[in-house]
């Protein structure tokens, strides 16, 4: 059940907290569809993690990148790309109004952004649509599962903070 995930960018293990360097997402270039607020909505199923990094790139500017930054650099929102730079980080920034756990892997990341994320709408997404997203911001991050999807399954052993 613990699944490893192999062919981690940077030759990264298990951590990604290994200084892979500030690798940011190119800049996504304001989509054509500037959907009304909302969710480019395909719901299907994405088979790989590459897949769902392509999807989630759309979700993240759709739903995320107002507040995170585009390239999730942060702004009105801490920033979610450059784990190696403090993003991220395994305790709760300090005065943190929503986050109140740890995250030790992705599936701690994935736990909390359900809840919470966007403030004020969480749940808007499908949980397909959350996974993709935080493909994206792996990959931003530096993590590559390549043949393999991030879920439920496969998240816990994406270890941000050993
Ligand atoms: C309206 C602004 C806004 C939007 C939109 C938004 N967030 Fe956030 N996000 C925040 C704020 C503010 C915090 C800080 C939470 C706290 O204080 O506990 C946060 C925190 C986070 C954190 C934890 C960061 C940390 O270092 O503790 C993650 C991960 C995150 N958001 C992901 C997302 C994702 C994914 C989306 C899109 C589905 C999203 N957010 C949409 C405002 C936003």
Redesign the pocket.
Known sequence: MDRRFGAAACGLGMALSIACGGETPPAESPSSKTASGATNATNATNATFEAQAAEGQK??AA??????GAGGEGG?????VGVSQG???LD??T??????TQ?RSAAD?AT??VK??????AG??TEEQ?WA??AF?LKANGVDLGAKRLDASSAPSVVLHP
């Open positions: 979700l993240y739903n995320c990148a107002s507040c995170h009105k929102a801490p920033p979610v993003a991220l980080p709760p920034p005065g943190a109004k929503y986050r109140k995250f990341v909390f952004v919470s994320m966007p403030p004020g709408e808007k997404l959350y997203i935080l911001d």
